[in-house]
């Protein structure tokens, strides 16, 4: 975790342009004390995740992340980059699991520009890969930028 | 083999407070240190009238305000022990910020039967839960797709 804190840099449409890579955000490797705050803060408690006789039983070796923690971390990309307010969509599709030590790095793409309802919009990819390069998630996203001078 | 008649079922509405204390942890948990989503200041500092929902705190909207889900699954024969969570969507309608009251309801929107390399038979589900806020606004649809093995 960084101990840097900063709000959300105001960033204007003009300002990104298709092909722009979002700053990078690696995390911390992922524990087992974040996976039993991780259930008790979203309130999903499939003892999967934090139970490691269940893992076993199940076959899968030891405990698994919540798929929603890893779409959290590309949510906390997201922030970063455009603010909260200003995400129109933001989809996922899990595509391994994620284990504990396992470093999730974050990366993000624009791939397109374009006006709709009035609103100027940015699109992009996002995926989040584990320290062997494994993709355990990655989706799309859709967020609307002011204008410059459009304030 | 997925019941296909149960396509277009909504689940009993919920309803949810959005806790700013909720925000902080789920935060805390993410390891998400904006101040914005973890104290009011610093939010309203930021230009927002209290904590802003963060993309993904929808989630706890789920968990926390529909602790009946699990059981409206089984009750159209989902076996909850089963599933394994495919894609998460999101649609922002409007702004969500701590203080805010959520109705939500959810609806199966597709459901299907399809064989898996071992041959063995799985359900992929389609749900979609739509919020509305307290002033009667959409806020929110979140969609998740669920791989019944």
Known sequence: MTTEAKLPTKRYFEDVQVGDEIPQLVKAPVTHLQLVRYAGASGDFNPLHTDPKIGEMLGIGGIIAHGMLIMGFLGQLLSDYVG?????????RFKSMTRLDDVITCSGTITEKYEADGEACIAGKIQAVDQNGDVKASGTFVAALPK???E | MFDQSKIGQSFPSFTYQVERCKIHELNLAIGDENPIYHSKEAAQAAGYPDVPASPTTPTTFQFWGNPDFVKHLMAIGVNVMRIIHGEEEYEYLAPIYAGDVLTGVTT????????????????????ETRYTNQKGQEVLKARQVLIVR
Do not use: C, Y
């Not at chain 1, 909260?84 to 996922?92: D, N, Q, S, Y």
């Open chain 2, 108 to 127: 199966l929107v597709d459901g299907k039967s399809r064989q898996s390399k071992d041959g063995s038979s799985m359900d992929i589900l389609t749900l």
């Open chain 1, 148 to 150: 410059r001078g459009g």
């Open chain 1, 84 to 92: 909260p307010t200003a995400l129109r969509k933001f989809g996922v």
